[in-house]
């Protein structure tokens, strides 16, 4: 129960821990009430919470940037909108409200000025013909709330608003349900932060409720609206008549893996040296019943197998890493339970063709434990390295954990830092030199004040740890966080980590450093801009290097040179996301992003310059989650996630084939021999008998002889160079 005038319910993670909860408003109570989901089986209530009063609408959002979605009502009453801020736990203990336009019915969130600040807008239904009939936007200010209103004059009785891109112009738009005039308005947005007057679209009945879509495909956003009085449904098609530009990345094929009825969910990608895509996550038919679950795909989408691995416990197994050496065998990390209460790290080995060749579990010296696994890297060889945290036999330690094993399953090393008491240390990210060395960065507890510091070691192929270092990105004592997310090493040996720190309670930066093989700190600082910015990958980028960064509305891009001096930035807006370092990759100097933009995803291109290139619309006519983007060596891009084509199905595994436009690939050279000859139609046979999606040649959806008609075609006019 939500309490009384229970009016607006939204689901969302409140307090991630990777489960969608729900929070709803206690309308006659002037209240919220968030329950949180039991692992799968329920939801709690976890208390009521003072809003403004009267909620009527309610959105989540994290208004203040600080990782955790807070709760946003308006208030028909008392004309207002009010945030409720997230503690972090999923509470929401304190607020303050903004004023809007007369008795707003509905709200929503979104970057119409793309300062990286959150705005809002409000439908102001008014008070019996006084006030009203307007819009009120909420411009974000630097501190999580919202300057004052500017409103915009709509048509009678504004019931709900949405916001979209409906022009296409790159500029959010809003659009406003009007019940009594049986219209929509639409306000173009200049991209400022500004909007253009209302124009209207008939609806044939009275709007109440709405949403938006591409509803037949076209990449146009329509609009879907019920008036629930007299029941009936309004579906408004985009009919813009922009010219149509073809896509900027072409879809080669989709593929989709069900394991029977399952949860399947994909969390890491990889491909193998001969060019194939790897998928790995987990796989359930309950909650806490996860196995790690890895499925091979060749390079025309065909399933090779899948193959999966239950811990001791027979219970949680979470895999937190892929990785393959240089024979193709594939390499699994991740958390398991035991066959106590404990958790621990699971590394195990397949074959290229599937065959699980050992499985070796690490606990910290204590099973009873909960060991917990962050990162794992493995070099040609088939060395494979393992970081983390692992509490210690006393329960009192937690030490900066990293272990490795050489490719027969034989554990060479584990190592413990700091060990301790009173001291914490975690490995967030670990990685291989060119002579074998293992690189681990993360935090441990600061030594001389509050807080913790950047730590990152440096350790021989033996267990021998060369050299430790710590960084502390900030002066301040009384807020003092500083981690490492992200490293790697150079051809030269030298160690480059990204990572974030507090320079103030409310700012949160990302940090960069370079170490010297040797140990010397080169340069190690804390890149400033305002807000929330946490570097959480590094990558080698032309001469230099490149941060990736999540930020409060997307994914932030910086290079820098060798030295460290930033030679660009830019950034990718995202509404919503995490683990941003797994969905930006590299075709040569060309980078692209996946971000996700409702239950679809968009694939950026951002050339070496920094410039967005073009932003691709990538649908599978389901609802889509973006979870990896990887760039092949011929120039293709793997984008790897989760989709749910049908009810019962529940979550699938997904992976779309990309092809970036201007990429010197040969389509018709199927067996990928560089040549176009007869072995590549015997190719286009076989691929045609399996009918799988790369089949339909010509586009249609249906697999026939017009394709192979189409195939022949192109086959006739060959390729470059051929």
Not at 67 to 73: A, E, H, M, Q, R
Not at 89 to 112: K, W
Not at 240 to 265: K, L, M, R, S, T
Not at 394 to 405: C, E, K, L, R, W
């Amino acid at each position: 129960s939500l309490g009384g005038g229970a009016q607006s319910v939204v689901m969302a993670d409140i307090d991630n821990d990777g489960d969608l909860d729900f929070v709803g408003t206690n309308k006659f109570g002037s209240q919220i009430r968030p329950y949180r989901n039991i692992n799968g089986l329920g939801f709690n209530s976890i208390g009521l919470f003072d809003t403004g009063d009267d909620p009527y609408d309610l959105i989540v959002a994290d208004t203040n940037r600080d990782g955790f979605l807070d709760v946003l009502t308006c208030s028909e009453t008392a004309d207002t909108i009010t945030v409720c801020f997230n503690d972090g736990t999923g509470l929401f203990p304190t607020n303050v409200s903004f004023p809007t336009g007369t008795r707003p019915v509905a709200l929503e969130a979104a970057d119409f000025d793309g300062d990286g600040h959150l705005d809002i807008v409000t439908a102001d239904w008014g008070d019996f013909g006084i006030g009203g009939d307007t819009v009120s936007v909420l411009l974000g200010d630097q501190e999580g709330g919202f300057l004052a209103r500017v409103s915009y004059s709509t048509h009678a009785l504004p019931s709900d608003v949405a916001v979209a891109d409906f022009n296409g112009d790159g500029a959010l738009d809003i659009a406003v349900a009007c019940l009594a005039d049986d219209v929509f308005g639409v306000l173009l947005g200049n991209g400022d932060g500004t909007f253009q007057p209302e124009q209207i679209f008939d609806a044939h009945a009275g709007p109440r409720h709405f949403t938006t879509g591409d509803f037949d495909g076209d990449g146009d956003i329509d609009v879907a609206g019920v008036d629930d009085g007299a029941g009936t449904l309004a579906i408004m098609m985009n009919l813009c008549d922009q010219p149509g530009e073809p896509p900027a990345i072409d879809i080669v094929w989709h593929q989709g893996h069900d394991n029977i009825f399952n949860i399947d969910n994909a969390k890491f990608a990889t491909i193998d040296p001969s060019g194939n895509p790897i998928m790995v996550g987990t796989t359930a038919f309950t909650s806490n019943e996860e196995d790690y679950h890895v499925v091979k795909f060749d390079s025309d989408g065909n399933e090779l197998w899948a193959a999966s691995y239950d811990g001791t416990g027979n219970r949680f197994d979470n895999p937190i890493g892929v990785g393959t050496d240089i024979a193709g065998s594939i390499y699994v990390s991740g958390q398991s339970r035991g066959t106590t209460f404990g958790l621990q790290w699971a590394t195990v080995k397949f074959t290229p063709s599937g065959a699980l060749l050992w499985a070796r579990r690490y606990d910290g010296g204590n099973p009873d434990a909960q060991q917990v696994p962050q990162d794992m890297a493995v070099n040609d060889g088939g060395t494979v390295a393992v970081c983390g945290w692992a509490r210690d036999a006393s329960f009192q330690i937690v030490n900066f954990a990293v272990v490795a094993y050489d490719g027969l399953g034989n554990e060479l090393w584990d190592i413990a830092i700091p060990n301790q008491s009173s001291f914490t240390g975690v490995a967030r990210r670990v990685a291989f030199d060119g002579e074998g060395n293992v690189i681990a960065t993360g935090y441990v507890t600061d030594d001389d004040e509050f807080g913790e510091e950047m730590y990152t070691a440096k350790i021989s192929p033996l267990g021998d740890v060369l050299w430790t270092k710590r960084f502390d990105g900030t002066t301040t004592t009384s807020f003092n966080e500083t981690e490492g997310l992200g490293l790697f090493a150079d051809n030269g040996g030298n160690i480059y980590v990204t990572g974030s720190t507090y320079t103030t309670s409310q700012n949160l930066d990302v940090v960069i450093a370079k170490y010297a093989p040797d140990g010397t700190e080169l340069f190690a600082r804390a890149v400033t801009r305002p807000g929330f910015d946490d570097g959480v990958g590094i990558h080698p980028y032309g001469p230099g290097f490149l941060v990736v960064s999540t930020t409060a509305n997307g994914i932030g891009l910086e290079v820098f040179d060798t030295n460290g001096t930033s030679m660009w930035y830019t950034s990718v807006p995202e509404s919503f996301g995490s683990n941003s370092q797994k969905r930006v990759t590299f075709v040569d100097d060309q980078i692209y992003v996946a971000t996700q933009n409702g239950s679809d995803i968009d694939v950026h291109h951002v050339d070496e310059s920094g410039t967005l290139i073009s932003t691709t619309r990538i649908d599978s006519g389901a609802s889509d989650t973006a979870v990896t983007l990887n760039g092949a060596s011929d120039g293709h891009l793997y984008l790897g996630g989760i989709w749910d084509p049908e009810v019962l199905n529940r979550n699938d595994f997904s992976l779309f084939k990309l092809l970036p436009e201007g990429t010197d690939v040969c389509a018709v050279d199927l067996n990928g021999d560089t040549l176009v000859d007869i072995f590549d139609i015997l190719a286009f046979v076989g691929i045609f008998q399996a009918g799988g999606p790369q089949a339909d040649w010509n586009g249609d959806t249906i697999v026939d002889i017009f394709d192979v008609l189409a195939y022949l075609a192109d086959f006739e006019d060959g390729c470059p160079g051929n």
